[in-house]
Nanobody
Framework: QVQLVESGGALVQAGESLRLSCAAS????????MGWFRQAPGKEREFVAA????????YYAESVKGRFTISGDNAKNTVYLQMNNLKPEDTAVYYC????????????????WGQGTQVTVSS
């Protein structure tokens, strides 16, 4: 059974940094894409970044490009989202997700989800 467990969310001030972690278990993820999504109150869940284990390819939403970095640690089966220069509009619940094969940005295409971790950025 696939499990994704996020951690690292917190309350921070604008301009500060946070690193989110997503620990994956339950199967071999070498052919999987791992994605980070976020959902703010009253808004739809939106794509943030994605990473493929097989090639190390990454893809980012325009709103976070240059500020966020997604990466993976094979030995720990963990994916990270390093978030720098955080802004109040980054406030949301952040979710880790997994799917087979190629990077895509639609939440509906991801099969497995974590429970989410809250990130709050104060101005």
């Amino acid at each position: 059974q696939v499990q994704l467990v996020e951690s690292g969310g917190a309350l921070v001030q604008a301009g500060e940094s946070l690193r989110l972690s997503c620990a994956a278990s339950g199967r071999t993820f070498s052919s999987y894409t791992m994605g980070w999504f976020r959902q703010a109150p009253g808004k739809e869940r939106e794509f943030v970044a994605a990473f493929t284990w097989s090639t190390g390819s990454t893809y980012y939403a325009e709103s976070v490009k240059g500020r966020f970095t997604i990466s993976g640690d094979n030995a720990k089966n963990t994916v990270y989202l390093q978030m720098n220069n955080l802004k109040p509009e980054d406030t949301a619940v952040y979710y880790c997700a997994a799917k087979r094969s190629l990077i895509v940005t639609r939440p509906l295409d991801y099969n497995y989800w974590g429970q989410g971790t809250q990130v709050t950025v104060s101005s």
